[in-house]
RNA sequence: GGGGACGUGGCGGAAUUGGCAUACGCAUCAGCUUUAGGAGCUGACGCCCGCAAGGGCUUGUGGGUUCAACUCCCACCGUCCCCACCA
């Protein structure tokens, strides 16, 4: 008899399955199909761990069984290969990140091999690859054309150490995902995705995922974090004096005259159209007077006929405030220098240089702006001005904001229009440009008759725009500062007392009360999330009862607390009360319940809306090694797509690497790279030299495994309808709000447009624990207690390592590795081995009845096990069942030959019961899905001419795992007072007889009368007395 | 502070429409075999009392429902994970 060599049986196996390609899926293959994916791997130099065994083995054994059972069985695998490591080991060994991870994928797949996993390789793919990533681009650029990938400047994460912005996902307790570096806030301008449009699919698709673990989908609806209340606008005041002198002629200017309003639209608008109906409205129905005339000639408009034409026809005076959107903030101008002295002057997205981000050209625009504007004048004649352009406009740009800003020395307000350009149906950011307000996002619109102040965030810019009206500006500077470091210092250790600054000068109004509330600056109020802005009700909020307690504010209570509550609390020191109640001190609401006066209120005051805490995926990175972004900047037509014939636009071969630490991305020093012509213009532009997260080649890479080698797209629809859905997707718990949000993301997305064929991208996600060190802390490199699964690869093989690893404990369990037990796996295989060379039992003509027995057990078992992923349980019933089939028998010793009994009784080799090849074949299907090598030559050894993959999976027999004697449990009053061993299937008259006649049952009921008897057939009869 | 998961021998764990708690494996002990070591084989192995027969206790703690609770309900204690001043 052969000994049990792994190395050469397991190498011999793997050969067997490259060479015959026995795991390649067919496209449209007649059976169905079954999509099983593990995410794929990032090839770091220190190989595969422990950790990515857990989910690919699992997957393995899923994958085998599936196929099996008659299913086209698609397992693909690919490499995550852009990000960090590779770059940072570029950095200091001068090695190019291309060749490392080609050396890295190398051995990580030469361990996939070892460990016996059946990848289709075919399909194999690598993110890296300008194959794929040139898909990557164009699924990019279809997000831009549908405005979702948009340009913004803003306040974000940003890691020092790996000098590299970072999306919210990427923040973990206040610290870089990667390297564990606090991160710092940076103002720098940045590619993002519009998750947030998504929101709402996001969270809807959830409902349709019955296959999902429920603790996934809750993460994501809470990272999601829809609130459902009203936005509430404060109108604002300030005081009528400017308290700071900031030019020569600043004078003390009355503000209690009523302002009226002139209305001046744009070049192709008129009154009727866009924002300028809704707007009007608004201000009419605060009682002001509103004047909105239609321009003459709109569509190639003269800036001086159009000033004449409203000098005649409208009235203006000292306390005329005129809006001019577009072109007709040109014809205000005008009107100004010509000599019309108005209260203030609202330009929105005014177009000054005569250059267009669009490259469109509009030549009567252009040529009034190339006259050039008298600021002197403009300055003198309007009291006050405000600049309002929008963030998303692809027309005006920025840089014209900035320049009458520069020139009217006033700040500029940037603020993303409904639509581009400020040319939604409503427009509420131009209204309160118009007439300042603070707009409040609540949850309580009930409580507002108790809202007795109002907290802005320190990045509000409120504070910025009136900066000139505050009184005590060094001292809310001096805050806005201390908690710009705050935010940096590790906020969770520090005591959360909240601070703030109360903005002297100016005043809210509360619309409720009418009544005017101080408005203050405190970081307990986030910018990023909502408004910006709360209305305090310290009565009925935690946080602002807190606040108005420690700088004396005024506390109002507008809810009676339900009766129930009353009696509990009497709390000392007074707490807020925070739930709902009857609203009182409410004007005409006193005495509504407030599930019944949100609504109400809502609509009275403001408007319902809906708010999530998810923000726009921040999707450029400062760093060499990933996707470029394929856009360019051109000087003349703005943002420009890279045009689809010239994709991928590759990463340059270059020799350094480090990034710059300035905000830019180290392409940005390759001026070769980055010079280009414009694809519209043919002038000088730049391309976008940030490049894409390392999320983004994973967000589309299951789509891709169906049609790997598509050049003309990124997957076949058909393939795509095939495949698609992934029925189960191995992975880790955390990646549940990056990855597997991300790529919903993605997969919505490109459903929307008709680009991949199933809604949802996977139909059942299967989480896995995490593998401890032996320390029981989680592994890592610099805690040394990484565990390298080819040690046990070598010393037992890969059939142990496999089996052993789903024998620690159920799958989504964390466990602490513990390598104990991998010889008491490595003994079950070695037995198997003995069994089934022990010949005489291979050649047996009839099956023993209780291997039989079990045997069809066993098929169930490992049926229902591998089907419900419960891995750890299976790998007991093999020993179980092994322990039945295979142990010394004196009996069947003796029933051997004289020399064989010496044989058997000298080496007490343990002998086997009778199974015939069939059953034992039975026996070897189903443990190849585990242990595949082995049960491969086993199968051989006994004859078997062809791989275990095209086997068929057993059917169990019902009637052959009916056991023909049961064992009853007797008890009396529950407690056990004895067994019986009855025929399967016996009824309660003859079990109770057999059981009242054993000698306990007999005692415990001298002198008791049997009051009921309990009998479950085939467990157990308790008599109750 | 909010949300979630969980708590069973010396250890990993098994058992859920409520029905023999501790399957399977590790470790430990004893026996056989072996020159030895190891491996293999056989057996014991929750805790307490007892030489034994036997008895009592036991699934984090306390209560409840039930003929019967690891399993269901309530309260508490503890561990882990996620989010965290989210208006």
Known sequence: MQRYNHKKIEAKWQKVWLTKKAFLAKDFSKKPKKYILVEFPYPSGAGLHMGHLRPYVAGDVYSRFQRMRGYEVVFPIGWDAFGLPAENYAIKMGVHPSITTAQNVKNAKKQMLSWGLSFDWSREINTTDPNYYKWTQWLFLQFYKKGLAYEATGLINWCPKDKTGLANE??????????????????????????????????????????????????????????VGAEISFPVIMSGYNQRRHSEGAQPTEESLKPNFLILHGRNGSPDSHLFPWIKSELENKGFKVQAPLMPNTQEPDDEEQAEFVLKNCKMDENTVIVGH???????????????????????????????????????VTKACKKGFDFKKIKQNAKQIGLLFDTSDYVVPMSDGESFAKNLNVPLVKARGQEPHFSGLKEPEVLSSIIPSIKVFTTRPDTIFGATYMVVAPE???????????????????????????????????????????????????????EDIPVWVADYVLWGYGTGAIMAVPAHDERDFEFAIKYNLSITDVISKPEEVRMISVAIPPVPYVGPGVLKNSGEFSGMKSEDAIPKMAAAFGKATTQFKLRDWVFSRQRYWGEPIPIIH??????????????????????????????????????????????????????????????????????RYTDPKNKKSFADLKKQKYWTPVDVYFGGMEHTTLHLLYSRFWNLFLYDQGLVSSREPYSKRKPHGIILGPDGEKMSKSRGNVVNPQHIVASHGADTLRMFELFLGPHEDTIAWNDKSVVGVKRFLDRVWNYTNISNYVDSKVTDERVSNA???????????????????????????LKEVYKTNEELIESKSASEREIGKKNIIALGLPITKKDLKKFF?????????????????????????????????????????????????????????????????????????????????????????????????????
Not at 671 to 700: L, Y
Not at 961 to 974: F, L, P, R, W
Request: glycine share 6%; charged share 30%; net charge positive.
């Open 326 to 364: 577009s072109f007709g903030g040109v014809v205000a101008l005008r009107l100004l220098e010509q000599g019309v002295r108005i209260k203030k002057l609202v330009l929105v997205s005014t177009p000054f240089s005569g250059k267009f981000l669009d490259n469109k050209p509009r030549p009567s």
């Open 460 to 514: 509000h810019p409120i504070i910025e725009n009136s900066k000139l009206k505050i009184e005590n500006w060094e001292d809310v500077q001096k805050y806005i500062e201390s908690s710009k470091k705050k935010s940096e210092m590790d906020r969770s250790s520090e005591g959360k007392e909240k601070t703030g600054v109360e903005l002297k000068g100016i005043k809210a109004i509360n619309p409720a009360t009418k």
């Open 855 to 881: 045997l069809h057990k066993l098929i169930k078992k490992i049926t229902e096990d591998i089907e419900s992923f419960s891995f750890n349980t299976s790998i007991s019933a093999f020993m179980s069942f």
């Open 634 to 703: 051109c000087p003349k037509c703005g943002i420009v797509p890279v045009p689809e014939k010239d994709l991928p636009v590759k990463l340059p071969n270059v020799k350094k690497y480090e990034p710059t630490g300035t905000g830019e991305s180290p392409l940005a020093a390759i001026d070769k790279w980055v010079n280009v012509k414009c694809p519209v213009c043919k002038t000088s532009a730049k391309r976008e030299t940030n490049t894409m997260p390392q999320w983004a080649g994973s967000s589309w890479y299951w789509l």
């Open 170 to 227: 990427e923040v973990i307790d206040g610290k870089c995902e990667r390297c564990g570096t606090v991160v710092e806030k940076k103002e720098l301008r940045q590619w993002y995705l519009k998750i947030t449009a998504y929101a709402e699919k996001l969270l809807e698709g959830l409902k349709n995922l019955p296959e999902w673990p429920s603790a996934v989908k809750l993460q994501q609806e809470n990272w999601i974090g829809k609130s």
């Open 925 to 1025: 299907i189903l443990l190849y899905p585990f242990a595949p090598h082995v049960s491969e030559e086993l199968y051989q050894l006994i004859g078997g001419k062809k791989t275990l993959q095209l086997e068929k999976w057993p059917e169990y027999d019902e009637a052959k795992i009916i056991d023909e004697t049961v064992e009853i449990v007797v008890q009396i009053n529950g407690r056990i007072k004895g067994k019986l061993i009855v025929d399967t299937g016996s009824g309660q008259d003859q079990v109770s007889a057999q059981a009242l006649e054993l000698e306990a049952v007999k005692q415990a009921l001298v002198n008791e009368i049997v009051k009921r008897t309990v009998f479950v057939p085939n467990r157990l009869i308790n008599f109750v007395v």
